[in-house]
């Protein structure tokens, strides 16, 4: 019993032939394996059959009367490229044979065709290659069709990212802001579209104005989303107080802790590093408090530049979290500086003692402005920046 090869689908194939009992001894064998078998005894009789029935794969001699195998593979090849043509040559027609792969047969036999099943692996070989072929100009297409849509969804991101920017650039404050003595400059310079970093100043009553500084973990959309939850929050808190209903935002500590627990029960995956403060205009004292931040506030007074103390937990990364409140005189024609983390990933110096001295180096050269930090790190210009890179200025005596 012979065992018929495994083919990848049942197919039609039209066998072009002037020799009768070759094409019924094909016909027998092929349909007794699955295919289906159209006959033609010559090449006009064949084109016209291929015409109407379009059958998956041609099998056809060279040598025919009325019209031969060459004129067949050319009609052919011309009208369906894709079209699998096996071809069958006496013993001597090797030019023919040449001529006929020149135009575009896929495989040849010569005759006399003494084992059938050689013929039947010809044809499976030349299926299974019209497959892969067809399956290819399909994933082709496809995958096309999935750059459309992809190319399409990156556009509609990039516009929800320029509205995102919008309203985030929206939410920051104006530049030079001054509240009594006190003046404030900021610069925000994104890693990517949006920014995780966020700062604010504002107004709380005719002798304080408050401050903050928060740097979300993560970077983009979704960083920035919780830089809109953050303004609000403190806003929400801002309100109360004017109201008369909650004096929190007089104290940093307890502002952190409440944001925290925001953060935290929201359960959006994210915490910040934030530092917050408030000033006195008729004490010039500074509270402040900070939630795991890095670096610690940098304060300029009399031509000397450090780090103000404080420590404490990232914010909304515990439920409870409790902070310590800090306070600190400001001095005449002092320069307070915060900065978020991304500013130690663009100092050229390898370790973090080094990157901190040169910190307060650069404070002290530039005399606390913004303008000189954006200067010498090439911020304005900068693309590709590791992580987002925030510097707050607030000026006394300015």
Same mark, same amino acid.
């Given at each position: 019993?012979?065992?018929?090869?495994?083919?990848?689908?049942?197919?039609?194939?039209?066998?072009?032939?002037?020799?009768?009992?070759?094409?019924?001894?094909?016909?027998?064998?092929?349909?007794?394996?699955?295919?289906?078998?159209?006959?033609?005894?010559?090449?006009?009789?064949?084109?016209?059959?291929?015409?109407?029935?379009?059958?998956?794969?041609?099998?056809?001699?060279?040598?025919?009367?009325?019209?031969?195998?060459?004129?067949?593979?050319?009609?052919?090849?011309?009208?369906?490229?894709?079209?699998?043509?096996?071809?069958?040559?006496?013993?001597?027609?090797?030019?023919?044979?040449?001529?006929?792969?020149?135009?575009?047969?896929?495989?040849?036999?010569?005759?006399?065709?003494?084992?059938?099943?050689?013929?039947?692996?010809?044809?499976?070989?030349?299926?299974?290659?019209?497959? &892969?072929?067809?399956?290819?100009?399909?994933? *082709?297409?496809? +995958? %096309?069709?999935?750059?459309?849509? $992809?190319? #399409?969804? /990156?556009?509609?991101?990039?516009?929800?990212?320029?509205?995102?920017?919008?309203?985030?650039?929206?939410?920051?404050?104006?530049?030079?802001?001054?509240?009594?003595?006190?003046?404030?400059?900021?610069?925000?310079?994104?890693?990517?579209?949006?920014?995780?970093?966020?700062?604010?100043?504002?107004?709380?009553?005719?002798?304080?104005?408050?401050?903050?500084?928060?740097?979300?973990?993560?970077?983009?959309?979704?960083?920035?989303?919780?830089?809109?939850?953050?303004?609000?929050?403190?806003?929400?808190?801002?309100?109360?107080?004017?109201?008369?209903?909650?004096?929190?935002? &007089?104290?940093?500590?307890?502002?952190?802790? *409440?944001?925290? +627990? %925001?953060?935290?029960?929201?359960? $959006?995956? #994210?915490? /910040?590093?934030?530092?917050?403060?408030?000033?006195?205009?008729?004490?010039?004292?500074?509270?402040?408090?900070?939630?795991?931040?890095?670096?610690?506030?940098?304060?300029?007074?009399?031509?000397?530049?450090?780090?103000?103390?404080?420590?404490?937990?990232?914010?909304?990364?515990?439920?409870?979290?409790?902070?310590?409140?800090?306070?600190?005189?400001?001095?005449?024609?002092?320069?307070?500086?915060?900065?978020?983390?991304?500013?130690?990933?663009?100092?050229?110096?390898?370790?973090?003692?080094?990157?901190?001295?040169?910190?307060?180096?650069?404070?002290?050269?530039?005399?606390?402005?913004?303008?000189?930090?954006?200067?010498?790190?090439? +911020? %304005?210009?900068?693309?590709?920046?590791?992580?987002?890179?925030?510097?707050?200025?607030?000026?006394?005596?300015?």
């Amino acid at each position: 019993m012979r065992t018929m090869m495994q083919l990848p689908l049942t197919a039609n194939i039209l066998v072009i032939d002037d020799d009768p009992i070759l094409r019924k001894s094909i016909k027998d064998y092929f349909e007794d394996s699955g295919f289906t078998v159209i006959e033609a005894e010559n090449g006009q009789v064949g084109l016209e059959i291929f015409k109407n029935q379009k059958p998956d794969l041609i099998v056809t001699d060279l040598q025919m009367p009325v019209l031969g195998g060459l004129e067949v593979l050319s009609a052919v090849t011309k009208a369906s490229p894709e079209t699998p043509i096996v071809v069958i040559s006496e013993a001597g027609g090797l030019n023919d044979v040449i001529k006929a792969l020149r135009i575009g047969a896929w495989d040849y036999l010569t005759k006399p065709i003494v084992q059938i099943p050689v013929l039947e692996h010809a044809v499976c070989r030349a299926l299974e290659r019209s497959r &892969l072929i067809e399956e290819n100009r399909i994933y *082709k297409r496809e +995958l %096309e069709l999935a750059n459309q849509a $992809l190319k #399409k969804s /990156l556009d509609i991101l990039e516009e929800d990212q320029e509205a995102g920017r919008s309203v985030q650039m929206k939410l920051l404050p104006e530049q030079g802001v001054i509240f009594g003595e006190y003046q404030f400059t900021h610069n925000v310079a994104p890693s990517l579209y949006l920014s995780g970093d966020f700062v604010d100043y504002f107004k709380i009553s005719d002798k304080k104005f408050g401050f903050y500084i928060a740097d979300v973990s993560g970077h983009g959309s979704s960083s920035a989303f919780v830089t809109v939850l953050l303004k609000s929050a403190m806003g929400q808190i801002l309100t109360r107080y004017k109201a008369g209903q909650d004096e929190t935002i &007089l104290e940093p500590d307890k502002v952190l802790a *409440k944001l925290g +627990l %925001e953060i935290h029960s929201a359960k $959006l995956g #994210k915490y /910040l590093t934030m530092v917050c403060g408030v000033v006195d205009l008729e004490s010039h004292e500074l509270t402040y408090s900070i939630g795991g931040h890095y670096p610690n506030p940098v304060l300029l007074e009399n031509g000397k530049a450090r780090f103000l103390e404080g420590k404490g937990f990232p914010v909304g990364i515990m439920k409870n979290a409790m902070y310590q409140r800090y306070t600190t005189h400001l001095n005449a024609d002092m320069r307070l500086l915060l900065f978020s983390d991304g500013i130690a990933e663009i100092l050229p110096e390898k370790d973090m003692e080094a990157k901190e001295a040169l910190l307060l180096s650069m404070v002290t050269e530039g005399k606390g402005s913004v303008a000189h930090f954006i200067e010498q790190l090439g +911020l %304005e210009n900068k693309k590709n920046l590791p992580d987002d890179v925030t510097i707050l200025s607030l000026v006394k005596g300015a």
